[in-house]
């Protein structure tokens, strides 16, 4: 596309400061951010920029060649970024949720539009992994990927597993330091890392799961108890977002905290940190690590994303027109830790083999083998209750 | 390019013979080794296929539409590589050396050709750092990187550091394994990393420096005193292959072992595995990790070289064409760590300031302060004698 580029940014919050606050450092000849478009166009914003509360002045700028969208309303989000592929318009987006569910129709229409639309800012802030996985991993060894998705709630279990802090203290600290979403169930209820595994998988393995059958599970009901066993174990909780290849061309995903032995990457990816582990036949295990939250980082991701479509940079989707076809599947066993209070918690979950059981007048727990399927039956009946599972990895 | 990809390939050590296998594994339909031209027929290879001892019949082949250059001699491979893009063929290369000395030439020819020339798998194996530093980083962001690209040597340095190897053992335990280089120098006297160094440089500032006018010092004389020091400062000796831009668009590059602190990425990277610490402003640090050496894993970049070729993906080499530029410089200072034992070698190196003074009937060594152009300046001269040296940075 032309050398110049003029962008219609919508959202000025963390991530939008934080690539207005990048474009102006790099003092670029090229890039331009020519409007703004915010919900409240009174709020003080502490920079000189041409702020509208008007999408359609967005759209109805001629000189506007790019739209980034950056604002936390899913719906809103959708409904721009659909509008800017409509007219031919290059569009950059960091909404997880917003593509979770949407990506395949907006694939197609971008397709269809000849147009390009990129985000690879919206899994792991900084760390590039959508663009690796689409570009170099474009070969049938990839076996799983596997990884600390979500900054916040890392950051929590970081302050609890190194610095004994609360639950509550903990995730204040997060919010005062921005790391956190303004709704924090996204966060620590493992929906954002769901959004981000949703997204990765499509460029892993080509296959596109809803949101809804995927087991999710987060770490607000963690408690002492949890941590005073995972530290018996010398393991750590993390939250995992997990997708792999299984054989017969089956992919299983789930998102779900974790009991992480001291042998791997994951157990030292601390604070607002994100860390994937990309696994593969004869490659062995690579390791990606970065900052994945936070307006700056975030913000210069972005950037790259402006810079990749201004070179016309599309991905290809290349797995999704494979002829080796995968399909989304259950039909796997983990073992799992599950700490419950009342016998009738205790039957929830169907073990197809209990290995350790443990009673006490406080807590209770068993360890055993459940298939992901009879978790995600089990589903919402798992939540607000006094109960907490980690999946608890032979490694 | 055509669907159906039959390769010419020469070579058949270890990451021919990684290629060779990874592709059977993987049961293409698309891609097939059609012959494969070594120096020595006559040698049992184990596997069934059609081997030649003529360049001409690779060439003179009009089912062959890629080659793939994996031999050890930088020459030939040169000559190769040039042929391949002179006749219009698609060619990946895995010869360092020969890149670290011919790149701009041959660029310029896959640029005249039009023809795709790659070449990731020649820098840290399985870690897709230029495919990253290419696509990714292309804003004027980038601040530097520093890595371990050797994995011969710093297997080495692990036996020696966590399992109190001597350097003899270590060293002929990495040659059993696989890991070494046929000529020994190539890993333990810095030049594989040196011409790594110099292939990333290219694309992460758009600078080509050739190999002589690089500092670069390596570990073979490295022996139990500097290890004893180390460990006081509860440090670890790893030889760091290191490019930063600095104020002023000044690039400067060396190859030396450093005295790593325990904070640091690349201190926990152990045995024949590879990273990268990727540094910028605004997303600040990210690490990239995996295998850097072994058949198999480089045989598994060298495919999604091959796979990248096939989609006509073209390195860009956008920041050689970028409007703000940059220069090699060696006017920088670092601390460094200088064992000797003569008063004639003390006085080899010019400290601008001496911070520490050592001297035991067994030993002496220096802290200080040195320019880079000063330790170029010396150069040679450093060599075959009973001095060793580390950079020792303040972090």
Known sequence: MTKEI???????????????????????????????????????????????????????????????????????????????????????????????????????????????FLYDASACGSIPVIRNLEEYYDNDLLVSVKGI??????????????????????????????????DPSLDFDGWDSLFKLVILTIHAFGIYVAPEKIFRYGISTMNEADIRFAAEKQRRIKLVGHVEKIEGGGVYLWVVPQLISRNKYIYSVEDEFNGVVIKGRYYYKQFMFGRGAGGHPTGAAVLSDITACKYDYRYEYKRMNSP?????????????YYRFRTEEDATLIHFSKVRERYTSPEWNYIVGDVSLADLVAVGD???????FLAAYPWD
């Open 149 to 182: 998705l979500n900054g916040s709630s890392n950051f929590v279990l970081s302050k609890i597993f190194n610095e004994n802090m609360e639950y509550g203290p903990a995730l204040r600290l997060a919010q005062e330091l921005g790391f956190a979403e303004s």
């Open 6 to 116: 003029n962008i219609g940014l919508f959202g000025f919050g963390s991530v939008g400061r934080g690539l207005y606050d990048v474009i102006e450092a790099i003092e670029s000849k090229e890039i331009h951010i020519r409007r703004i478009c915010v919900r409240d166009i009174s709020k003080e914003r502490g920079v000189v920029a041409d702020f509208t509360d008007s999408a359609d002045e967005i759209f109805a700028d001629p000189e506007i060649n790019m739209i980034v969208e950056l604002i936390d309303d899913a719906e809103a989000a959708y409904h721009i970024v659909r509008r800017s592929l409509e007219n031919h318009l290059p569009v950059v987006s960091g909404n997880k949720k917003m593509l979770a569910y949407h990506l395949p129709e907006l694939i197609e229409l971008g397709h269809k539009m000849q147009t390009p």
């Open 381 to 387: 009946k798992l939540r607000g209750k006094e109960i």
């Open 324 to 336: 080796l076809p995968v399909h989304h599947t259950n039909d796997v066993t983990h073992r799992i």
